[in-house]
């Protein structure tokens, strides 16, 4: 079973977001876990401070090696990886969030300040992973998108799993474009072809959408999916090309 635990200053924001809907209702009936470990509790003073101040000077505080190494310490492992977010980490994908969901969960180690002491990554065999190129003012929210990526493709967490096969980035494209009802929104039309009950046409302009959305908003994944061609999962990779 997929179990999380967050090492941070922040425990009470947890679960937090990852309460509501299938998430909270899977996390209710121990479909996965989770727990959070207080930064705070390790503290070696009466002031249960857990930084200090920049060798070398500058601005703002820095989270110990030494503390957090014996938060981390507190956590039983069970083979799971400990990912401290960072903005100076290999930043996320969804195979990657697809292979943590597939494992025994992760450890996620949420900075605060002006980030941790470096002799902590290399000590704990800890790996830095970012969601995205801009800057948060703490792991915490970063922790649970994380998070909630997995969590959402475990199947008995999200019940039918058929959705999840045409999402964005499955097959190395963006998803194409959706509508529902009213057939007629504020003289907008649904495209004629969907309403064809014709599901080969249907698929076909599905396909044509994804890539042009695609090859607009992302040269780096076209780039990606015309070398390789479409990726429906890591195991027929090689044979789809
Ligand atoms: N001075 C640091 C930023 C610190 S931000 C730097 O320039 O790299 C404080 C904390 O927020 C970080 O330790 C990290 O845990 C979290 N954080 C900020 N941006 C993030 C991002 N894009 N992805 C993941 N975590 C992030």
Redesign the pocket.
Known sequence: MFHATVITLFPELFPGPLRASVLGRGLSEGLWSLDTVNIRDFSDNKYGSVDDTPAGGGAGMVMRADILAAAIDAVPRNDRPIL??????RSLDQARIKALSEGPGLIAL???????DERLFAARNVEE???????????EI?AMAMIEACVRLIPAVLGSASSLGEESFEGGLLEYPQYTRPREFEGRAIPDVLLSGDHQKITEWRQRQAEAITRARRPDLWAGYQKSGPIRSDKNKDETS
């Open positions: 401290c977010l960072s903005p100076r980490g949420c900075g605060r300040f002006e980030g941790i992973v970012s969601i995205g190129d801009f800057v948060l003012a703490g792991g970063a």
